[in-house]
């Protein structure tokens, strides 16, 4: 190439440096209007806000630039050496501008080779943080100057560890510890040579050149910083064959270690509301209360129950269709891909779109290039869209967007089964019974969907999950677990007519079986003899506020309105044996520095002083309780657990509107809810036990995985043990306590009764 054909600037470009280099630097600095360095001399990074499970695990980060920043000393050598060999082989000799880098350049462009890069690490810098990134003579001289000034202010070291944490690679990672978690969810110093390699080759093109945009031009890249390294003594021959075998495993956008968005988006609010907009750039950390195994066992429960509710109902057809080439050529992976573009994946609910279809096997493309086939009982679901009449809603042909979830390995290969986003939501909460500490929190399927937090601002009827409230009541009216209550059929003077929900009725019961069996005819009865307005303020002891429950009858059956969180904080007043405690979720906010800006108090002892109910209250109720899970309503939960350390109670409200299981191991209690945002029936068959208490199972097999079953605590003091059954001490010679509540007799006491009873008897509503 003639060297008179090159254009003026570009030869301004190339010999502006040169005439610097060769002695023109006074005179160059004083011709231009330098910015100052003390950005980079005094660099402070923008670090976003992060928070953590209590075990050390990020949850999220919040802020325009995800970055952790590390000192080069704890930088893998290795990573070290692949930015180096690409970006800046001889950085450690030049100072600041690398005349051989320059003039490798301009000869490759004069003579037509290879583009090569001649700005040095320290030229990158400073056009990063000082300048502009216009092509120009004299941004080209104010960078060498600048260069220069950085060298003569700053060590090789700090440089080298300033640019490793600031410069952009992509995915709106800034620093290499940041995109060795965007990329590969794993911190720096668990990079192999492969994954260190791609991450060199970023700074190039972090835009259009990073593993997630265009994995090809990633590994084109990975593979010239290897080459690089090789050729620079920095890796063997037989380093670099194994790297360039590698099979790399990019983690998917937005794909987090922990599923936890709902306790980070209260943690952002929470922070912000409290330091303002300043959090998202100096490096507030967060640590919450979550374990971050709970939190998995507890996201996995959620997404498990949902979808399995979700496929006993209807396939309602494909997100959409793509137009796809007729042909099965390479141009076929290419509009498969461009086709889901715009379509959202998903770590678990894979977006894909069909390339084939048949009543016998469905071939798809996922967003990643994959190429998976669904067949056999993956695929029976949605037969209905792969009939020849099937509706064109529902019909599964080749361009078709659907949704596919893998069912893990068999012998050969993975399985896969057809999916769809489900319309119910869940929720799950999971609290430590002696000081509130939240261990787990899912507040719904999906906070991409919908970051509604269904575990604290959703407000429901708790239907029979509400009666051991009920019944911690009646206790402290002198019923009894052997008292009898009528489990028949009931009207009250308004009309009201409730029923039981298995439709039978099995005359009288003792309050223990009402409880395990879930009566409600015995339960309105129990509440008429304790009386609504000293049941719903007995429920405040357990955290509940009086004014959101009905001052009628049907608060027997749980038509209050209750959060999830609610829930799970009274029912730990029971595992705990009476106090009711703080539910807390943001344990500590430091700064950058590690400095304590905030840390929430200490559990409170646990005192007679602060009780929320007798000691024996709360044990007969746990005694009742666990009969529920042995042989009541929630029986599998003993059964699959296979523990006896279990206590809980199923709640199914009218019209199966709302789905929940509560209940707690003494170290741990867990409230679990299931149903849709507009209210409406989870269809025939819902109930508490079919649906939210295989989720609450799922989570407390995890939860309590290596934990001993705990023995039985001791009776404490005021209780006897009579015929079999409970009693409170000061009746076991015959007091005053309720032996039977029928319509036919009224309340019966056993032992002559008290002015009080008396006196309450005649009052009675």
């Known amino acids: 190439m003639p060297l008179i054909s090159l254009r003026p600037a570009v030869m301004a470009l190339v010999l502006a440096p040169a005439a610097l280099w060769l002695g023109a630097r006074p005179a160059a600095a004083a011709t231009f209007e330098l910015p100052p360095i003390d950005r980079i001399v005094n660099y402070q990074p923008k670090l976003p806000l992060q928070v953590f499970t209590a075990d050390g695990v990020e949850i999220a980060q919040f802020g325009a630039e995800r970055r952790d ?59 990063t943080m000082l300048l502009t990134r ?43 510890a940041a995109a060795a978690r965007t990329y590969f969810g794993k911190p720096m110093d668990q990079l192999t040579l492969a994954e260190a390699a791609m991450l060199a080759g970023l700074p190039q093109n972090p835009y259009y050149a990073n593993p997630v ?9 990975q593979r010239v910083v290897l080459e690089r390294m090789r050729a620079t003594g920095a890796i063997t021959e037989q380093q670099l064959a194994v790297a360039r075998a590698e099979k790399l ?79 099965n050529g390479p141009e076929l992976e290419s509009a498969a891909a461009l086709a889901l573009k715009d379509h959202r994946d998903d770590e678990t609910l894979r977006v894909a779109v069909v390339l084939s279809a048949s009543p016998k096997e469905l071939r798809v493309q996922l967003a990643s290039g994959e190429r998976v086939s669904v067949k056999g009982e993956g695929l029976r679901w949605v ?47 999971a609290l430590d019974t002696q000081s509130g500490r939240v261990r787990a929190l899912v507040g719904g399927f999906d906070f ?97 506020d009086a004014q959101r429950h009905p001052d009628n009858l049907t608060l027997a059956l749980g038509t209050g309105l209750v959060t999830p969180l609610q829930m799970a904080g009274a029912y730990a007043t029971l595992a705990n044996g009476g106090w009711r405690v703080a539910p807390v979720i943001i344990e500590k906010i430091t700064d950058a520095q590690g400095k304590v800006l905030f840390e929430a108090p200490p559990p409170a002892a646990l005192t007679e002083d602060n009780r929320a109910l007798p000691e ?70 819902a109930s508490g036990g079919a649906l939210a208490l295989p989720i609450w199972i799922d989570f407390m097999a995890a939860a309590l995985k290596g934990v001993p079953v705990a023995q039985p605590p001791q009776p404490p003091a005021g209780l006897s043990r009579v015929n ?42």
Do not use: C
Request: proline residues 5%; hydrophobic residues 40%; charged residues 20%.
């Open 69 to 127: 920043y590390v000192p080069l000393a704890r930088t893998p050598k290795l990573l070290q050496d692949a930015v180096l060999s690409v970006e800046d082989a001889r950085f450690r000799e030049h100072s600041g501008v690398d005349p051989k880098g320059m003039a490798r350049a301009a000869f490759a462009m004069l003579t037509g080779g290879r583009k090569q890069g001649a700005s040095t690490i320290t030229q990158q810098l400073v056009r």
């Open 134 to 176: 216009e092509l120009t003579v004299e941004r080209k001289a104010k960078e060498i100057l600048l260069a220069f000034k950085v060298e003569e202010a700053l060590s090789k070291d700090r440089i080298l560890e300033i640019y490793l944490n600031e410069i952009f690679l992509g995915q709106r990672a800034y620093g290499f």
């Open 213 to 221: 945009a265009n994995f090809d031009r990633a590994v084109q890249r």
């Open 249 to 327: 495993s990019i983690r998917p956008p937005g794909q987090r270690s922990v599923n936890a968005e709902h306790v980070a988006e209260m943690a952002r609010r929470t922070v912000v509301d409290r330091f303002g907009a300043g959090a998202y750039t100096t490096g507030l950390r967060v640590t919450t209360s979550l374990r971050a195994a709970e939190q998995r066992a507890a996201f996995d429960a959620v997404q498990s129950g949902v979808l399995a509710f979700d496929r006993r109902g209807a396939w309602r057809g494909p997100e959409g269709f793509e137009a796809l080439p007729a042909s």
């Open 383 to 429: 037969q209905p869209g792969l009939s020849a009449k099937a509706k064109p809603a529902l019909k599964l042909t080749r361009g078709a967007v659907v949704r596919v979830l893998s069912k893990g390995h068999a012998k050969t290969s993975e399985t896969w089964a057809m999916a769809q986003w489900p319309e119910a939501e869940a929720a799950l909460v």
């Open 448 to 544: 991409t969907r919908q970051p509604f937090n269904h575990v604290t601002q959703s407000w429901r009827q708790p239907g029979s999950a509400f009666k051991p409230l009920l019944y911690s009541a009646a206790l402290e009216a002198r019923v009894m677990p052997a008292t009898l209550v009528d489990d028949l059929p009931f009207t009250a003077p308004n009309g009201w007519s409730p029923g039981n929900g298995n439709g039978a009725y099995s005359g009288p019961i003792t309050l223990r079986t009402a409880l395990t069996q879930s009566s409600n005819l015995a339960s309105v009865r129990v509440l008429q003899h304790v009386g609504t307005q000293r049941a719903r303020e007995w429920s405040t002891r357990f955290g509940m």
């Open 616 to 685: 024996r209250n709360a044990y007969v109720m746990s005694s009742l309780l666990n009969d529920v899970t042995r042989t009541g309503t929630a029986a599998r939960a003993q059964a699959l657990l296979n523990r006896t350390d279990i206590y809980g109670k199923t709640g199914t409200t009218n019209d199966a509107v709302d789905a929940w299981f509560t209940g707690y191991h003494p170290s741990l209690a867990t409230a679990v809810w299931m149903g849709y945002d507009k209210p409406r029936s989870l269809g025939g068959g």
């Open 724 to 765: 079999g059954e409970w009693l409170y001490s000061e009746w076991v010679d015959g007091g005053g306590w309720v032996s039977s509540i029928s319509d036919a007799g009224g309340t019966q006491y056993a032992g002559p009764p008290t002015l009080l009873d008396a006196l309450q008897e005649l009052f009675k509503p």
